[in-house]
């Protein structure tokens, strides 16, 4: 079975500070890794990706994310944050191994930039 | 750009009524999933369809069936409403042709009600 934990349900942030979101996961094989944000009555649009390779993933609006396969974590990062950045983010997992095209999503964490 | 649109963004229904929500996706992928947010829950997934007239359970699938006719169209069905499935509902796609690691395009969501 394959898992995803956010830990913190609202992060604060000053606006020009740097931004973390939290994200753990666990698979039984190798993972598929994603960040998508959701702004107030919206969708939810994709922010990154891990598939392979270079463990520092660069995403849209300015996000990376670096995958630590020795903590499971896929931490989301912005060095500068905006205002505008205040939305709700989910990390979600796929296991490489696992049959069918299903995503796991975390429980979600709210992010306030204030400015 | 792709573009998945919903035929609600709100809906009230009573119990017991049945209720349709749609789902159509201008992409031709293959893959379109339906999904249900509640705070702190994330999204849990309700039922997927990786090709025409092809459906699989997801985590939570009691009380809702799906259809989908048409590749670009992906319907859910409440047979019987009841409150406890007052909830955000949320509609995605993605290509099925280039493996599992295919991001997930999301519709704006259905708020539904149930009284």
């Known amino acids: 079975a394959q898992s995803v934990a956010q830990p913190e349900d609202q992060v604060n942030v000053a606006e020009g500070n740097p931004l973390t979101v939290k994200c753990t996961y666990s698979v039984s094989g190798n993972p598929y890794l994603f960040w998508y944000v959701q702004y107030p009555n919206r969708g939810l649009q994709f922010l990154l990706k891990?598939?392979?390779?270079?463990?520092l993933v660069k995403g849209s609006y300015g996000f990376e994310a670096e995958f630590n396969k020795s903590q499971t974590s896929f931490h989301l990062k912005k060095p500068s944050a905006l205002v505008s950045d205040s939305a709700l983010y989910f990390c979600a997992v796929r296991d490489r191994g696992a049959a069918g095209n299903k995503l796991t999503f975390g429980g979600g964490t709210r992010v306030l930039v204030k400015p | 750009d792709v573009k998945v649109t919903q035929s609600s963004r709100y809906l009230v229904k009573r119990t017991g009524e049945k209720v349709f929500l749609e789902c159509v996706q201008d992409m031709d992928h293959e893959n379109m999933f339906w999904y249900r947010q509640d705070p702190g829950l994330g999204l849990r997934l309700i039922y997927f369809s990786y090709d025409v007239k092809m459906k699989e359970k997801g985590d939570i699938p009691e009380g809702y069936s799906v259809s989908r006719e048409k590749k670009e169209r992906f319907s859910l069905i409440l047979e019987s409403a009841s409150t406890n499935q007052t909830s955000m509902y949320l509609c995605?796609?993605?290509?099925?042709?280039?493996?599992?690691?295919?991001?997930?395009?999301f519709g704006p969501g259905t708020r539904l009600t149930v009284l």
């Open positions: 995605a796609s993605s290509d099925g042709t280039s493996g599992y690691y295919n991001e997930q395009f």
């Open positions: 891990y598939i392979t390779g270079d463990n």
